[in-house]
């Protein structure tokens, strides 16, 4: 057993984990392994296939890259029995599949008919951090969940094509006011009132054990947004009140379809100051982050990327987020800028 812990210590130390003043050691490991088996599963993307062998891309199927994550988490969940608190079939199978999206929707990996190969490298640097992506496997480099990055400080930016980075995860480049300030502007104002079985408004509280949507409109809220269907064939209209009586305009499906109403949502309750703001609390170089409302995708996104899940049911893995504390000051900051708050909560809270 010593010379798995001294095994475990190394690959932390390798990939900059640091371990929390107050973290329990079930966490530390989980944390260790999860980054373990992400890095894997990508270096996966360089096996040797027989069937690529004269082709001039690397690519391995979708099942390989996966079955690797499942490899790495089922042989130190074996190995660790504390592991096992966390990780059962089902959520190695979970995790597999969180990691393999996570890194896809990042532009971490291109996807081929059933295949993936690695994306080319590119980096974005902030004050604090350059974060890195396709970068060659032999460069170290740090890793918060499943991201890797370098610390700006360490001038270790060889990379042939730094972009910025919102370009390099496809980031919103304006603030959240401004885009709902165009948002309304933008609008075909039609007078009048809607009134369809199925109608839902959304909510502010839209917290994880809150729904986002309810059946009366919000009386706090100028400004907003409803929806009239069920699952993903609704239909999203932007509406308003105010002396002229009560305004609506339909949108269009690009702006809304896969979550994509979160960056209109995000937008227009910042815009009117009731978007919650994200709780956090520093337990050493560990940050633990509690979502109190769902980024719009591609935020969320690069958020989960570049932390781990505190917790592994279906809603909190997105809403309870664990970060080096580098990493999360850089995204933070940046964050900031575009609108999105964050308050420090006490030590027993978040």
């Known amino acids: 057993m010593e010379r798995c812990e001294n095994l475990l210590n190394k690959i932390a130390e390798a990939f900059n984990i640091v371990r929390g003043d107050q973290e329990n050691e079930c966490d530390w490991v989980f944390r260790i392994v999860y980054s373990l088996a992400a890095r894997m599963g990508y270096a996966s993307l360089w096996d040797l296939i027989e069937e690529n062998e004269d082709t001039d891309e690397q690519s391995v199927s979708i099942e390989h890259f996966k079955e690797r994550i499942k490899e790495i988490l089922y042989a130190y969940a074996s190995i660790y029995k504390q592991l096992r ?33 690695a994306s080319c490298p590119v980096s974005a640097t902030t004050e604090r ?7 060659p496997l032999e460069i170290n480099q740090s890793v918060s969940g499943a991201g890797t990055y370098l610390l700006s400080e360490n001038g270790q930016q060889e990379e042939p094509k730094a972009i910025s980075l919102q370009e390099m995860f496809q980031l919103s480049e304006v603030s959240l006011p401004t885009y709902a300030r165009q948002l309304v502007k933008s609008q075909q104002w039609k007078s009048g009132n809607i009134s369809v079985l199925g109608m839902e408004y959304l909510s502010v509280l839209g917290k994880m054990d809150r729904e986002y949507w309810r059946s009366e409109p919000d009386a706090s809220l100028r400004v907003s947004l409803l929806r009239i269907g ?42 009117q100051g009731k978007l919650p703001p994200a709780s956090y609390r520093k337990d050493g170089n560990r940050i633990i982050v509690h979502i109190h409302y769902l980024y719009p995708p591609a935020e969320q996104k690069f958020f989960e990327l570049y932390s781990w899940p505190l917790t592994l049911d279906k809603k909190g893995k997105y809403f309870y987020r664990v970060f080096q504390r580098d990493v999360f000051i850089a995204i933070k900051d940046m964050f900031e800028q575009l609108g999105y708050q964050f308050v420090e909560a006490g030590s027993n809270e978040v």
Not at 108 to 117: K, T
Not at 259 to 269: S, V
Request: glycine letters at 10%; charged letters at 20%; hydrophobic letters at 35%.
């Open 129 to 135: 951090i350059t974060f890195c992506r396709g970068y």
């Open 230 to 271: 069920y699952g993903g064939d609704c239909v999203y209209y932007i509406y308003r009140r105010g002396v002229e009586g009560f305004q609506y305009n339909e949108l269009p499906g690009w702006q809304v379809v896969d979550g994509k109403y979160l960056q209109l949502a995000n937008a227009l309750l910042a815009f």
């Open 85 to 117: 608190v966390k990780i059962n079939r089902d959520r190695i199978d979970m995790l597999s599949e969180d990691i393999y999206d996570t890194y896809l929707k990042t532009g971490n990996l291109y996807h081929q008919s059933y295949r993936v190969l």
